[in-house]
């Protein structure tokens, strides 16, 4: 294949009980119809509540297996648990082994590589990351493996959370902490990754749409396909609008498309809070 399209959505919230998140999700799964990418990958937050509701988890699952095309997933925090970072203890309770394996059951494999147009493509688990369990060393151990077959092709890095704000360097800030892959993983991530041709890192998590460049790696952080966050709870980074990101990857170079689906609309997290209670 000499160009592979890919679609990320992010953050979708899936819950029975939240159906202005779930007719969100059906106008990108008739925009995904129409379009036809060659894969689906949703970087996170794919469920409402997935660590106390094993329901949500496997509604998320239905609704994405009736797509028109295949998807991949990654967990983050409502699919399994929170991760600790090294100014902050987990805010909410960490990731378990236990809870990983519910979200394995159902979902399916929280990591994967494969090669399309002559990319390597890597999805990691970011949850685990700082949390101590045995999949995390795991993790990284199959990171190093799949990484050596890289063979000189340019990589996709995919995780929920985005690597960070603007430059490896950034400090960790105990306000912020949360919102990014945790230290001291993050420099260990980063140092991994600086021995392949790493051209971008695409994330969801923040729940607004941010496209950058440090130097040869592009950062595309996914808006939620379900909700927007207001200002009083959140600070303004970069759009804050539902959506999605479309891909096209050809050997040596790629393109981006922020897109919002026809009859997506901005659905507010105080107003879905409410109704969730
Ligand atoms: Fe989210």
Request: net charge negative.
């Amino acid at each position: 294949m000499s160009e592979f399209r890919l679609t990320q959505i992010s953050d979708t919230h899936l819950a029975r009980r939240l159906q202005k998140l779930t007719d969100n999700f059906h106008r990108v799964g008739e925009h995904i119809d129409a379009t036809r990418p060659d894969l689906v990958i949703n970087s996170g937050d794919i469920s409402f509540d997935g660590p106390n509701s094993r329901s949500d988890l496997e509604f998320a699952k239905e609704l994405h297996d009736r797509l028109a095309v295949p998807s991949r997933f990654l967990p983050r925090n409502p699919d399994i648990g929170y991760n600790p970072t090294a100014v902050c203890s987990a805010t909410k309770p960490p990731a378990t082994e236990k809870e990983r394996q519910n979200y394995l059951s159902v979902i399916g494999e929280d990591r994967w590589r494969f090669d399309e147009a002559g990319w390597c493509f890597v999805g990691l688990n970011s949850l685990i990351m700082n949390t101590g369990i045995e999949s995390e060393a795991e993790q990284f151990d199959w990171l190093v493996s799949e990484l050596s077959k890289a063979n000189g092709k340019p990589v996709a890095l995919f995780l929920h959370k985005p690597l960070y704000l603007n430059t490896p360097e950034d400090p960790e800030l105990e306000a912020s902490a949360i919102r990014y892959v945790p230290q001291p993983r993050r420099k260990d991530l980063i140092e991994m990754f600086s021995a392949v041709d790493l051209r971008l890192v695409a994330s969801g998590h923040v729940h607004q749409r941010r496209d950058f460049t440090f130097g040869r790696t592009r950062h595309v952080w996914a808006p939620s396909a379900g909700f927007v966050i207001s200002d009083a709870m959140q600070e303004v980074i970069g759009l804050k609008e539902v959506g999605l990101v479309e891909y096209r990857f050809q050997p040596d170079s790629f393109e981006v498309r922020h897109v919002r689906a026809p009859g997506q609309t901005d659905v507010w997290l105080d107003e879905l809070l409410g109704k969730a209670a």
